[in-house]
């Protein structure tokens, strides 16, 4: 007859094999490694700003917040300011975002929903491939066909439209924040109208049934049952745009015109935060002005950060309305 003591000596060794590799076992060694690799994405996230913020100590103690608000980029003199390049990648991102979200989603909606399937998956593909292309080919492309475009048909078709306000006045030089804008909307839109299409047909085939069974017309269907279905991917594929958008250096570099100014008008030359790092970091002698660099990466790390959390707030309460709603 087997004691107490007996039976958790024999149930001991199973105990410890189940740690090693039965079920329990494996759930827990699964959840230990998924959360290392969790906790490595942060650690690398923290350690990146650490290194930001202790490279570029000498600026933030010369001139603190006014190297946020300053608006002289002056190396010579020793006089650096962050704004201009601020208003640069702000400015051009908004523009991509602008011309790119609409286009991108209502293509999306169209490959999905309304195409045949073997045009959908050939278009598809086609844009699928623009993901891949290396930004200096956009880059290329926006000198030799975006610029020209720009300064002969495109700029003043604007101007003669809309230039009673600020945003198209000035002379039309090709390259400046327009142009920046639209070669950055060339860069994301095959990101939005990739992704938002995947989304868009991992919608449950029930629901659109059940549109048409009640009377619902193929675009009453897509526009009131499947798109707000697809609501959250469709806003996660921008938020991956916006984030190329914000971050993209050489194409931009290329079009932008390089002049650290701050003016309303779309035709002026500008810069960006991406831009200003790759031209000038190679010719940064000095400790303040290669510092002063570091640092303008750590304020487009901050601006990446700050237009996420604003993202994902309005995604939240976007959410939250259609629930309610509903």
């Known amino acids: 007859m087997a004691t107490p003591g007996t039976a958790t000596a024999a149930t001991a060794p199973r105990q410890r094999w189940r740690w090693l590799g039965g079920t329990r076992g494996v759930d827990i060694i699964a959840r230990l490694v998924t959360l290392i690799a969790a906790l490595s994405v942060l650690v690398l996230a923290v350690w990146l700003v650490l290194e930001l913020w202790r490279s570029s100590d000498l600026p933030r103690h010369q001139f603190g917040f006014s190297f946020l608000i300053g608006?002289?980029?002056?190396?010579?003199?020793?006089?650096?300011?962050?704004?201009?390049?601020?208003?640069?990648?702000?400015?051009?991102?908004?523009?991509?975002?602008?011309?790119?979200v609409p286009l991108g989603v209502g293509a999306a909606i169209f490959l999905a929903e309304l195409a045949p399937r073997p045009?959908?998956?050939?278009?598809?593909?086609?844009?699928?491939?623009?993901?891949?292309?290396?930004?200096?080919?956009?880059?290329?492309?926006?000198?030799?066909v975006v610029v020209p475009w720009v300064r002969t048909s495109f700029g003043p078709?604007?101007?003669?439209?809309?230039?009673?306000?600020?945003?198209?006045?000035?002379?039309?030089?090709?390259?400046?924040?327009?142009?920046?804008?639209?070669?950055?909307?060339?860069?994301?839109?095959?990101?939005?109208?990739?992704?938002?299409?995947?989304?868009?047909?991992?919608?449950?085939?029930?629901?659109?049934?059940?549109?048409?069974?009640?009377?619902?017309?193929k675009w009453e269907s897509t526009w009131k049952v499947v798109v707000p279905t697809a609501r959250t991917g469709i806003l996660g594929s921008i938020f991956l745009a916006l984030a190329r958008a914000l971050g993209e250096t050489m194409a931009v570099t290329m079009v932008i015109g390089n002049d650290p100014k701050i003016v309303a008008s779309l035709f002026a030359p500008g810069y960006s935060i991406a831009a200003v790092i790759a031209n000038e970091f190679t010719e940064a002698t000095g400790d303040l002005f290669r510092q002063s660099l570091i640092e303008l990466g750590l304020v487009l790390f901050g601006v990446t950060v700050?237009?996420?959390?604003?993202?994902?707030?309005?995604?939240?309460?976007?959410?939250?309305?259609?629930?309610g709603a509903a």
């Open 119 to 144: 045009l959908s998956n050939t278009v598809t593909f086609l844009i699928e491939l623009l993901a891949a292309v290396p930004s200096v080919v956009f880059g290329v492309v926006g000198i030799f």
């Open 157 to 217: 078709f604007l101007k003669h439209a809309f230039g009673f306000t600020p945003l198209f006045q000035g002379p039309i030089y090709g390259v400046g924040f327009l142009t920046a804008g639209l070669v950055l909307a060339l860069m994301v839109l095959p990101f939005i109208v990739s992704i938002s299409r995947e989304v868009l047909l991992s919608v449950p085939l029930e629901l659109r049934e059940g549109a048409l069974a009640l009377g619902s017309t």
């Open 306 to 323: 700050l237009l996420h959390a604003l993202a994902r707030v309005l995604v939240r309460a976007t959410i939250q309305k259609a629930r």
């Open 71 to 100: 608006r002289v980029w002056d190396p010579v003199f020793g006089h650096f300011g962050a704004l201009p390049f601020v208003y640069g990648t702000l400015v051009t991102s908004a523009l991509a975002m602008l011309v790119a």
